[in-house]
């Protein structure tokens, strides 16, 4: 067959993307662009992201979307996409490969061989684990995707090749890969939690916080004089996690004069003051750092808590300085107006907002 003529060999090009807009753009428009010459479809994972591409990849035309709300991991994303597939072959490709032009009509060539089962690209050649190619038939015979494999991958290539059939390892792919996008540092944080009489939620509070903390991380629970076992409590969870919690108590009998004090004892350079009725969801504090390090010209997050106040994230040195009772005011009005006295800015999130 000549190299102008179309293969007859059609391809699923599969891309798992993670958080990173710009790197899950530029791969997809290079799909988009240096695709031709083969029968093809576009499948993009969604491994549950949180920045841009959640609300982008909705709007793109051309791509068949799953949709992850939260991260499955590489063997169950990649089984995700063998399963929406409707091509002859299968290719899962790096979201930080860049395709060029002709890079696919090679490899369609390759599984025009019936004995070729997949198809990967050499280590030598500089794209090692850039891409993945197999055919739908024998990732079926094979019993697809080990889910508990530390290495998918290999291990699918293994049976195949025990079972007899051939794996192609490519000197020379049309492609560049690029290299992944360092993450920026997140914070160290305080999670501050003003309790006064809050014995009957102070616990779960503690326990639904410290799932989502890491080893840098503090809680400091703040009592306002509580004459319930609100401080029998704080001592009980701090005697269980002594490195990464502490207990302090307010000269004066209320919650203010508890955030107050607490937001005093923070000791990392970012603080969340977390009421204790709030039972938090996982992925609640890097969903609140993620959003202040992606605006950076908002200082402090507000999330309406009903009938409660206000749970509020920023830099420790900005929150201390605020007054202390506008943390318990609902609307966020007051602690706006608080915001931008200290000259930054305040973006607030309304319950079910």
Not at 93 to 101: F, G, I, S, Y
Not at 138 to 145: S, V
Not at 257 to 267: N, P, T, V
Not at 292 to 299: E, G, I, S, V, W
Request: charged share 20%.
């Amino acid at each position: 067959m000549s190299e102008s003529t179309p293969s007859p060999v059609s391809f699923s090009l599969a891309v798992l993307v993670g958080d990173g807009w710009e790197a899950n753009l530029r791969c997809l428009l290079a799909l988009a662009l240096n695709s031709n010459g083969v029968r093809r479809e576009t499948i993009v994972v969604d491994d549950g992201t949180t920045d841009d591409t959640r609300l982008a990849l909705p709007r793109l035309d051309g791509i068949r979307l799953v949709r992850n709300e939260r991260p499955v991991g590489f063997a169950r994303a990649a089984a995700q996409a063998a399963e929406a597939a409707k091509g002859d072959v299968l290719l899962l490709l790096d979201r930080d490969a860049e395709p060029k032009a002709g890079w696919l009509p090679p490899l369609a060539r390759l599984f025009e061989d019936p004995a070729v089962a997949a198809a990967c690209p050499s280590e030598a050649s500089g794209l090692g684990g850039a891409y993945l190619a197999v055919r739908m038939a024998d990732l079926r015979e094979a019993g697809g995707w080990d889910e508990k494999d530390e290495a998918p991958a290999d291990a699918l290539l293994a049976r195949l090749q025990a079972r007899g059939r051939k794996v192609e390892v490519v000197a020379q792919t049309a492609m560049v890969m690029h290299a992944p996008a360092a993450a920026a540092p997140r914070p160290r944080l305080s999670v501050v939690v003003p309790a006064c009489d809050a014995a009957s939620t102070l616990t779960p509070c503690l326990e639904s916080i410290k799932r989502s903390l890491r080893p840098d991380d503090e809680i400091v629970i703040a009592d306002g004089g509580s004459r319930d076992d609100t401080l029998r409590s704080a001592y009980a969870f701090a005697s269980q996690n002594p490195r990464q919690v502490r207990v302090v108590s307010a000269r004066t009998q209320s919650a203010a004069a508890a955030a107050h004090e607490g937001l005093q004892a923070a000791s990392n350079e970012v603080a969340l003051l977390l009421h204790p009725t709030v039972s938090a969801p996982e992925g609640f504090v890097d969903g609140i750092l993620d959003l202040l390090a992606k605006n950076p010209a908002t200082q402090a997050l507000g999330i309406e808590v009903p009938k409660t106040g206000v749970c509020v994230a920023g830099p420790s040195a900005l929150l201390r300085d605020l007054d202390a009772q506008t943390f318990f005011q609902a609307d966020g009005v007051a602690l706006a107006e608080a915001v931008s006295r200290a000259g930054a800015r305040l973006a607030f999130v309304p319950a079910g907002g």
